[in-house]
């Protein structure tokens, strides 16, 4: 399927305005939409070729900027060290409720938009991961395919280093699909567990995947990316929006 991938809106949030990219099949039609959480530098030709993938399957994909009260609209992190640092320093900086605004926010914008049938799933990866997993909690998100997702176990997101997301695991309404790479130093052995053990106590409706890959394992720069990973897990997300994202 041919992709449209060229559009952008800026759109209000409580922090000021923030960019979304939109990606989308290049016919005519309405199609179900998928919120894309980049990890924490922003929209990187990795996170377009993701969100490409996804828009493939025959979704219209939405990536925000996380950092938008931070950095000025169209600011992509650099994959070294100086990116790295700036990007876990501005995901510590950020308040929790700014995350969650943010995501309310690009829901309601996606499921408003013309090309949208108002079936919204979340997708996100590393930082992304937990975003995703966080606005699952909103009763218009069906679905949430949350990769490596970090700072769930430890309760360290944003500004403070304190988070509710273990606490709040009841609220999700929708389904949840969570992937972990077992040589992720990020969400050790009992990381995952403590997760786990949430999900199950809380009742959620989930699917949960270990592969043997490192941390960013989706990413296709870098030492880390796993083509063959890569596939299977677009596999598992395909079926997961196919089976959840449908109208009616």
Known sequence: MIIRGDETADIPTAGGPMRMHLLRPAVEGRFAGVVLFSEIYQVTAPIRRLAAMVAGMGHVVAVPEVYHEYEPAGTVLAYDQAGTDRGNDLKFAKPVAAYDDDARAAVAWLASHPSCTGRIGTMGVCLGGHLAFRAAMNPAVSAAACFYATDIHSATLGQGRHDDSLDRMGDI????????????????????????????????????????????????????????????????TAALFGRTLRAG
């Not at 972990?180 to 009992?190: E, L, N, S």
């Not at 990381?191 to 960013?216: D, K, M, S």
């Open 173 to 236: 309404p929708g389904e949840v699909m969570m992937v972990w790479g077992r040589q992720d130093p990020h969400v050790p052995f009992a990381g995952r567990q403590a997760i786990r053990a949430g999900l199950e106590q809380a009742g959620v409706r989930y699917e949960w995947h270990e592969v043997n890959a490192q941390h960013a394992f989706l990413r296709d720069e870098g030492p880390r990316y796993d083509p063959a990973l890569f596939l299977q897990a677009m596999g598992w």
